[in-house]
């Protein structure tokens, strides 16, 4: 059981008497109202007596004060017929007199606890009429200490073990200057409140083991840059060994370009970016990281909405280190720069084949300027279209058994001297081989002179004339 402590005040039952005179004075001045001296006067106490009485009349809600000048007029409270709206409250309500026996109950109490309507339960003691809640030995307690005006709890949270209900009930003494001391009871079955706290904790919990174990780094900060959290990753991948060491620090000073992040703090939408971060920049701003040198991060940033709706007020970032896959693309651009520079300002002839079905056709995926001059087409005239569509007189059966030798046993082939149309006076010589991309590329030489000149070039495997 979960519980409250609260502690109980002696009653004033010696005073109910002389309440019970005031408020009968009350009511017949109810039209004019009736002053301190007034009652003190018709009642033979004193003016200080009767001025306490009205106070605390008063803070009961029993009666109300008016001012005319100095002089203070009180008059009976007309209250809340408690017993015409006691069956509106959904919560299960039952007071208890001072013997135990039940006052009052609403419809929500019988059918919480599932009492057969029209059974008439006023009158009856509370703990004799076997209601498995009111059984438990801690509840009927706490119930008496109430009554003994002892420390009790004021709330207890009960699990029925027949039906695994979880219920949630409240006690509070009801104290009258005029009737004497009663118990209210409030019973709530909070079964799917606990249910959904209980997710929401294992939901915590679950994220909380995300933040711990993700491998990329989460920082969430406020909106003046102010570091309010951070994952272990994200101290791993900064170079830093605490907290405290990163907290010191403004998200600002992490990042190369600032304005990157003032200008997604002020647009409050979820984006990806990549930032910069120069771990000597942050040594010098009193952050020891061990790293040096600049860093480069894919970065998700992404503001936190508040429950109330309002604008968001604290704002997190999700970051990978890319430098080595950065460094990797910059090398590779400079490569392909590099080749695509060889490639086309080389003086033979180069051209790139895709190949159909394990050699059964080729396509033309690229060419050099040479080729285009040596073809006497441009590249786009080419690029995509089938070799034999573009040059019928090469489709024979021994050029194609030759080249696709070079695809099949990745050896590669020289090739007499080519006519890519017949009846052309323009000879090519071909060395085929195949590349690691899967594709058949050919160097090219025009050796039309050395053909007609009859000085034919170095011949090997898949000659043809």
């Not at 019970?20 to 006067?41: C, M, N, P, Q, Y």
């Not at 039906?163 to 949630?168: G, S, V, W």
């Not at 909070?190 to 249910?195: S, Y």
């Not at 052309?424 to 030489?445: C, N, Q, R, T």
């Amino acid at each position: 059981m979960a519980a409250r402590g609260c502690g109980m005040t002696g009653s004033a039952t010696e005073y109910q008497e002389q309440f019970t005179r005031i408020l009968d004075l009350l009511e017949k001045h109810v039209t004019t109202g009736i002053s301190v001296t007034a009652v003190a006067r018709e009642l033979g106490i004193t003016r200080i007596s009767a001025a306490k009485y009205l106070e605390l009349l008063a803070a009961n809600g029993d009666v109300c004060m008016e001012r005319f000048g100095q002089k203070k007029l009180y008059r009976r409270s007309h209250r809340l017929p408690l017993r015409e709206i006691f069956d509106h409250s959904p919560n299960a309500l039952a007071i208890l007199d001072a013997e135990f026996r039940i006052c009052m109950v609403n419809a929500s109490f019988i059918a919480t606890l599932g009492i057969r309507p029209g059974h008439s339960l006023i009158g009856v003691p509370l703990f004799d009429l076997d209601l498995r809640i009111f059984s438990d030995i801690g509840v009927r307690r706490n119930i008496e200490r109430i009554h003994r005006s002892e420390t009790y709890l004021d709330e207890i949270q009960l699990i029925d073990e027949r039906t695994d209900q979880i219920y949630l009930i409240n006690f509070a003494p009801i104290v009258s200057q005029t009737e004497n001391p009663e118990i209210l009871i409030t019973l709530r079955e909070i079964t799917a409140l606990k249910k959904i706290e209980i997710a929401l904790k294992n939901s915590e919990r679950k994220i909380a083991t995300l933040f711990g174990t993700v491998p990329n780094g989460i920082i969430i900060f406020a909106a003046d840059g102010a570091i309010l959290n951070a994952n272990p990753a994200s101290l791993r991948i900064l170079g830093l060994h605490t907290f405290e060491q990163l907290s010191a620090a403004s998200i600002f000073t992490l990042a190369c370009s600032p304005g990157k992040l003032e200008s997604l703090i002020h647009a409050g939408k979820v984006t990806e970016i990549e930032l910069a971060c120069d771990f000597d920049r942050m040594k010098q701003e009193q952050i020891p990281s061990a790293k040096s040198g600049v860093a480069y991060f894919n970065v998700i940033f992404t503001p936190i909405r508040p429950d109330n709706g309002g604008p968001p007020d604290e704002f997190a970032i999700l970051f990978k280190d890319i430098t080595s896959d950065r460094r990797e693309r910059k090398d590779l651009t400079f490569r392909e720069s590099r080749y695509r520079s060889l490639f086309e300002n080389a003086c033979s002839g180069v051209i790139v084949y895709g190949v159909i079905r394990g050699g059964e056709g080729f396509v033309f995926n690229d060419i050099n300027r040479a080729a285009e001059k040596i073809l006497g087409l441009k590249k786009e005239e080419l690029i995509g279209r089938n070799v034999w569509d573009v040059f019928p007189a090469l489709a024979e059966p021994g050029l194609l058994e030759a080249v696709q030798e070079a695809f099949s046993r990745e050896r590669p082939v020289f090739l007499q001297p080519l006519q890519y149309r017949k009846g052309d006076d323009v000879w090519i010589w071909h060395y085929v081989f195949k590349l690691p991309s899967g594709e058949l590329a050919s160097l090219m030489i025009d050796v039309s002179t050395e053909v007609r000149d009859g000085n034919h070039p170095i011949s090997g495997t898949g000659i043809r004339r």
